[in-house]
């Protein structure tokens, strides 16, 4: 099904040819490439405010998820009932966020690919409460998000 990429902010320059190359990909490997997905690339106001009515967190943050099935349970894959049902969700990217928290050696666009992951986690119903977690979330071993890591070449 479709994948959307909306650009909704004119700081940051925005790749959409690989971001969709690679969001394609991981749709693939997670086996939900069917289902429609939004990524929506917004500026720090935009993403603060989302934050703020959504999360009552008046800061600007990398991610934001927006689930087609709120109830998913992480493991499992949506049930869709009808042809409108093939939908995740949309995942709001802070990609000024984001590019102002790059480390000093990483690439900004595997680190937005990653980010974008991360989201699309959350639409498939993983969830984490601190940035520790996710980091052990991501580093449980073979066979888990490890292997988006852009460390790995068959994502980048």
Not at 43 to 66: A, G
Not at 106 to 121: F, I, N, P, S
């Amino acid at each position: 099904m479709s994948l959307v990429i909306k650009n909704l902010q004119r700081v940051v320059p925005i790749r959409r040819v690989p971001l969709r190359r690679k969001m394609d990909l991981v749709r693939s490997i997670l086996g939900v490439k069917k289902f429609d997905l939004g990524i929506i690339c917004v500026d720090n106001k935009t993403i603060q405010n989302i934050n703020r009515i959504y999360r009552n967190k008046n800061v600007p943050t990398d991610v934001l998820s927006f689930p087609f099935y709120e109830n998913l349970k992480a493991g499992e894959f949506p049930q869709p009932h009808s042809p409108d049902d093939y939908n995740l969700g949309d995942i709001f990217l802070g990609v000024e966020y984001i590019l102002q928290h790059c480390r000093e050696r990483e690439d900004y666009c595997d680190v937005l690919m990653v980010t974008a992951t991360h989201g699309l986690c959350h639409l498939l119903g993983f969830t984490h409460s601190s940035e520790a977690e996710w980091q052990k979330w991501i580093s449980a071993g073979p066979g888990t998000l490890e292997g988006l890591s852009p460390h790995y070449s068959f994502i980048l």
